[in-house]
């Protein structure tokens, strides 16, 4: 069965902390990982990874993909009170997504 | 400017009863699909659409129904048969030129009594 599973279920940070978020899967016919952030509603595309091993950046948010061992990591620097959302990453395979729980941040001021 | 609508934001039904929740798009995506989120358990695919008149079920498709007439429109039925359907409902659409980057609406939080 796919699935993808993220660590920490939550997280709670001050201003100015750098966070990892971690998302392991198990994905038949993997294709690319997505990390998606969920503020209230609707959640917002962050990236896509297809290679291992090579980091994409915006702003403060990085990630990164390694295939081999089948996990991904999303850093957080400098983290700001607008971070505080629930971030999901997802597994393609052929058309679909499949989820993991996400993690809930809390960015403490 | 182009989005992703549903509609509407909350739904309030009893039980027994069908009800559709709305989902359209104008960003001319060929994909549309349809989520279900429980606390604790992230994005679930109810059902998926790649073309306008054919469709899909995803993992969680018992109790719900969809169709796919346009291209733009991309409604989901919840029935009588749905066990447990209180729940967001989030839809999405995606273009394969993006690979699969999914943008997804607001979301209908559908309560059943």
């Known amino acids: 069965e796919d699935k993808v599973v993220q660590s920490p279920l939550s997280l709670v940070v001050h201003e100015g902390d750098t966070v990892t978020l971690n998302c392991s899967y198990e994905?038949?016919?993997?294709?690319?990982l997505l990390w998606y952030k969920q503020e209230k509603k609707a959640p917002t595309f962050l990236f896509m990874l297809t290679s291992s091993g090579i980091e994409k950046k915006s702003g403060r948010l990085s990630s990164i993909l390694d295939k081999k061992e089948l996990f991904s990591i999303l850093n957080i620097t400098a983290t700001q009170t607008g971070d505080s959302a629930v971030y999901l990453c997802?597994?393609?395979?052929?058309?679909?997504?499949?989820f993991g729980a996400g993690t809930i941040l809390r960015v403490k001021s | 400017d182009g989005g992703i609508t549903q509609s509407p934001k909350y739904l309030f039904r009893k039980e027994g009863q069908n009800v559709t929740l709305s989902c359209e798009q104008n960003?001319?995506?060929?994909?549309m699909y349809w989520y279900r989120q429980d606390p604790g358990q992230g994005l679930r695919l109810i059902y998926y659409?790649?073309?306008?008149?054919?469709?899909q079920k995803g993992d969680i498709a018992e109790g719900y129904s969809v169709s796919r007439e346009k291209k733009e429109s991309f409604p989901l039925t919840v029935t009588s048969a749905q066990k447990n359907p209180t729940a967001f409902y989030l839809c999405?659409?995606?273009?394969?030129?993006?690979?699969?980057?999914?943008?997804f609406g607001p979301g209908t939080r559908l309560t059943v009594t």
């Open positions: 994905v038949t016919n993997f294709r690319s």
């Open positions: 659409s790649q073309i306008v008149n054919d469709f």
């Open positions: 960003l001319n995506h060929d994909a």
């Open positions: 999405a659409s995606s273009s394969p030129g993006h690979r699969y980057e999914q943008y």
């Open positions: 997802a597994g393609e395979y052929g058309n679909k997504l499949v």
